[in-house]
Structures are given as structure tokens and as C-alpha cells.
């Protein structure tokens, strides 16, 4: 048996003795929110105890707000420049955050070890008063991490019902179920998708939501080809849907850039979108006006959601909770030109 | 007479008496870049000779780098949804930046007092270790303010010739010269331009060239709007432009999204972009190619400025200086479809 080894003491050691989260500990220490007298006391008290105590020179610049913003991003940089949200949505944000002399402090990761390495980081260097959280992913470990810093945050999607943070996000199923709803009604039975990443939440429902739709119609669901949210997944894509024996006479698409793509891709094959296949996109980017025909599009403001987690997080910093917890902005479908008419007009 | 006030010691009493600049007082107590350790102790001797120490919270931590490089934008924060420099650009630096475990931070600032604030503060805090300058303006009070703090900086853009910074840019003189002598040779004797923000040094620059391309072959330079890179802007520049009595039969747009929207004013008005109105734009936006007709444009790689941009920041954080100090990018112009034929087949 190796010998016993002394235990470093934790933050979760603190916690226990004053009896409260590990979240109120680290807040009695950096100030950020505001705590009763008494239990700073008890919490500083215990700290003294076990001798433990937060890093020394974090404490010395947290005793200020950061007045910054944390976002970290597992994801490639390359999508920054392709993905229209992540523009608008920081537009947003930081419409609010700059009335309000705040920053925003972006870092991408590679993994989730670096992830929650800088999460850590962050906080104990109080480089940042709270986190914006967006990309959800399943059994996403950040919400725990939270927990376990004590940090405040903004959920930018709809998280785990046991997950008690303020949370932010578009409903966009009624939509999707519009999309597919019209063009059911206009005599479409062969309704493809090109779905975005699967590794991601957005992108699996939006492609269980045209699945459920078409079941409820008992319309085949096979017409399905992954596009990953780029133009160059896109076009592969839907060259194989409409190489395949049975091509679709609808493609409902994850995201604007891939229905551009896609579009072109028709114009390629000798097909007119909108009279050969309809086309319906998903985010409602400003350029989707001046395609030929104009791309019907699942519309979100990205700028007022972003605002909107701008908002909530100056809110939960200053002490005021959001309520309701979670946040919803409606979509609205943009029914333009590459939607198309009766099936019977188009064939 | 009011009573002499004992003046505060400040970090130049300290420069002047060690004999170095401000920048080297700055670079001996953060630690972020090597100097000699005779230079250091020279400084520092000098440093409690007068009494005169650095923010102990901001020296605490800037002991350490903060591996964050600074951001400070004098613009809209609904700019950033609308310019696709912004989100390439910073997919860029993100690119290089993330390889290394750096951050950035972005604050959006109203104005000069503001945005003097915020590189005093970050630098005092330690919060940066270095800054990206943008948004060039004329008489720009950022360079001596950088050469105050002691600041390292990479500059996007063409600093005046006394400034001696490392600088990135791209080069688009000669193909604003291309796009006006292609149509000069074909035909064209009034060639408008929908101008950008008169107020920053690049939507200058883009007029000017093209006046002096004009005023090479005698012809006017009356045919010209001021966009201010909007698309709102844009709308009401092209509709002015070709509702006047002589309305140019070319039109060179200072970015894309702008000739994006003109091309729409051009159906709307009956003309055919590419035809009864050639039409060329700058950037090179991806969706570019999927206008009909097909846009063309000056196509400037924001991506690789910005990667650029993020090894020039770490090279110079590691103690190698850049050389060249200012490195050119080539822009290259693409002949696309809107920029049309022979006037004699167009009109």
C-alpha cells in the first residue's frame, strides 16, 4: 500500500466547513456579488482553518470587476468567417457590453481539456466577471464546471432541464414544421434535407424536426445528406441528392451559406431553384436578398440575441436574476422567391 | 496665487532619470520583454530613488503575460455583422493566436477619450500584453499613445512614415487602376463610385485612386456618392447615381456588400447589372459568387492579414522585431460577370 499522502486542502473542503457552495466561497472572496456579512464571515472564517486561500495575485485584481466578459470557443476560427451568427450575435453583445464599458475576452480551444483549463484560468486570474456559454453539446461538462467555480454565466441555446442558469435561444421548430407544412401542401412528396454538423445540438433538431414532419405525413425521411454548415459540405451534398435515383424536389437546408451553395450547385446541374427544386434556408442572412431567386429563409435576429445575453449577464452581475430563466426569441419564415409554387406549376 | 502643488512622480520623471524611454521604464517592471539586466537595475534604482512604483495589482500580475492580445475598436458594434473584413480578419489572428494559448480581448470605445482610457487601464492592469491597431485615422493619437505606455502593437494599415511600428496591409492601388482602365478600353466615358466613410483613411484612398485613374484619361469625376460601406447607404448612393441626367454606365462600389445592394436598386430601376450597368465591388465576400450576375471584385485575403497580423504580435513578444517592418499584401481583382463587355454590346 503506498503511503497516505496529505491532501491538498479545496475549495470543496471550505465549502463544507461554512456550509454553503463552492460558488459562495469563491464569491466571498472576489467580490463580484454581494454576499450577507455574516456569511463572508463564516466562509472566510472556515478558509482561515483549513489555511486555504484563493490565488494571491487573482485576489489582488479581483477585488475590481474585470468589467470583461468571458467566450470560450471549441470550435475551428476558420468558422468565424464563414458562420453568419457568430458577427451578428457578437454585434449584439457588444452593443450592450460597450454602453456599459465592459469587454468581451474570446478564446478557441481545441479540446475539452483546454476548455476547462481556461475556464479555470480565467477565474482565478479574475481575468473575466462572467461567461457566455454557447455550442451546447451533450452532457456538456461546462455546466458543472460553472458550479464548481461559482461563476456567473449566459446559456446561449436551451440547456438540460437540471441546469439552473439563464439561458437564451430562438424556438425555430414551428417554423421548420411550416417549411415542410407548405410544401406538402403544394404536392411536394420527395422533401430532402442538408443538415449542418451533427456533432452539434442545433444541427441534429433541426434535421429531427423535418424528420418528424414528414413522418407525420408518412413521406419518406431518406432524402438526407450531411453538409456539415459549410459551402463545401453543401455542395457535395447536394450533388448527391440530386445525382440519386430519386432526387428531391425540396431541400430544406441547416444554414443560408449551404442553401447558397446548394443553389448554385442546381444552376450547375441545369436545374432552376425555385422551379426545379425549391429552397428554403435557415438564418435569415442579409445577403439571401440578393440571390436570383431571393432564399426563402428560417429568419433569427442574431443581433438581438446577442443583446439579449448582453443584458442578462450585466443583470446577473449586479445581483438581479433573470426572470424567466430561459429566454425565448421566435424565428419567423421568410417564404421568398426559391421557395417555389405548386408542385404542378414546377414540373 | 494658488499654492504650488507637489506634483505626482510619473513614469517619465523615472525614464529621465535612468537615461531611457517610457516604454523601457514600462518593459523593466512587467517583464514582457528582455532588457539588459544593468538597463533594469539602472531603472529600477531610479524608480525608488523617487519613490515611483507601478500599480501593485497590475504588477502582481503582470509578473506573468497575460497571454491576451487587445482590441480596441472606435466603430459601431453593428458594423461587425456587416463588414466581412471583421469576422475574417479575426478568424485570422484567431488562427494563430489560439495555436499559442493567447487570447483576445475586443472593447468597443465612442470615442478618442474612451478609447485612450481603455489602453491606459489594460496596460496598468496587465490585462494585454499587446494591441492590434486598426481603423487608421488621420493625425492618429494612438502612436504616441502606444510609444507612452510602452506598448507593443501591430498596426492593420499604412502608419505615417514616422511611425515605425510593424505594419500589415493589403495593396489594392493597381487593381482599382485595372478596374478603371478595363473600362476605359472598353468604352466607358462616365464611371461612377459609391464611396465609403469619408472619414476613414481606406474609404479615401479608394476614391482617390479612382479619381486619379480617371483624370489620367480626362474624363469626369462627377458620378460619385458617398455609401459610407452600408447597404442603406448604398441604396441611396446607386439610385442617385443613375436617376441623375447623366448616369455612369460603371460603377466601382468601395466593398461588396454595397455593390450587393446596388445590383438589387438596378433590377428594381429595370437595368441589368453586367449590361446596361457594369458594376465592380471590393473585398471578395464569399457569397460574391453566388450573385447573378457573378460580382467582380477586389478580392483582399482578410483571413491571411489577420494570421499575419498574430504571428507579427508573438514574434514581437518574443523579442523579434519584424523585418520588413511593414509587409504588403497583394489584393487581386476578379474579372466576374458584372463587370461586363464591350460598352459598344452593352448599351
Redesign the interface.
Known sequence: MPPAKRRRVTIQDVAELAGVSKGAVSRSFNGAERLPASTVQRIHDAAEQLGWRPN???R??K??P?H?IGFVLQRD??????D?F???F???V??V??DN??????????DEA?EAR?YRDWVA???VDAFIVSDLRDDDPRFALLDDLGGTAVVIGEPPADVHRPAVFHTSDDCIDEVVEGWVARGHTRIGHVMGDPALQHGRRRRDVWARALERHGLPTDALAVGGFT?AGAVEATRALLTAAEPPTAIFYAND?MA??G??VMSELQLAAGTDVAVAGFDG???G????PQLATIDCD??ELGALAGQILLAELAGRPTDPERCELPARFLARASYGTDVAAVR
Do not use: N
Open positions: 494571491a495575485a487573482a489582488a485584481i477585488g475590481a474585470a470583461t476560427p476558420d468558422l468565424l468567417g464563414i453568419p457568430f458577427p451578428l457578437l454585434a449584439g457588444e452593443r457590453l460597450s464599458a465592459y469587454s468581451i475576452t474570446i478564446r478557441f480551444v481545441a483546454q481556461c486570474e479574475g481575468r459551402e451559406v447558397a451553395a443553389m448554385r442572412i442579409p445577403l436578398t440578393y440571390l436570383s442574431y443581433v
